[in-house]
């Protein structure tokens, strides 16, 4: 079975910065694509970040020059480092990967989501 866990979340002053982290668990063969994505309440769920397997990034304009993607491959997890958090970037983060299993093609698995509020 496959499991993507989310920590890093919290709870943070505008300003401020915080690094979230995602680990892909599981018997698989590998891990292409991951991805960053934030819903904040009464919103749509909306891309945050994308790094494929070669580190090629991807960033929504509004988190460009703030938050910046990253991966280890032999751990399988996936980064976000938050920088100048402001209070319009509180949300759930989750993290998505394309993993493929043994005896499968590639599919889309995500992770239960983890709380950033940016207050004072």
């Known amino acids: 079975q496959v499991q993507l866990v989310e920590s890093g979340g919290g709870l943070v002053q505008p300003g401020g910065s915080l690094r979230l982290s995602c680990a892909v668990s599981?018997?698989?063969?590998?891990?292409?694509?991951m991805y960053w994505y934030r819903q904040a309440p009464g919103k749509e769920r909306d891309l945050v970040a994308a790094?494929?397997?070669?580190?090629?990034?991807n960033y929504a304009d509004s988190v460009k020059a703030r938050f910046t993607i990253s991966r280890d491959n032999e751990k399988k997890t996936v980064y976000l480092q938050m920088n100048s958090l402001q209070p319009e970037d509180t949300a759930v983060y989750y993290c998505?990967?394309?993993?493929?299993?043994?005896?499968?093609?590639?599919?889309?698995?995500w992770g239960q989501g983890t709380q950033v509020t940016v207050s004072s």
């Open positions: 599981g018997i698989i063969l590998s891990v292409g694509t």
């Open positions: 790094i494929t397997g070669a580190g090629t990034r």
């Open positions: 998505k990967a394309i993993v493929r299993k043994i005896g499968s093609g590639f599919m889309d698995y």
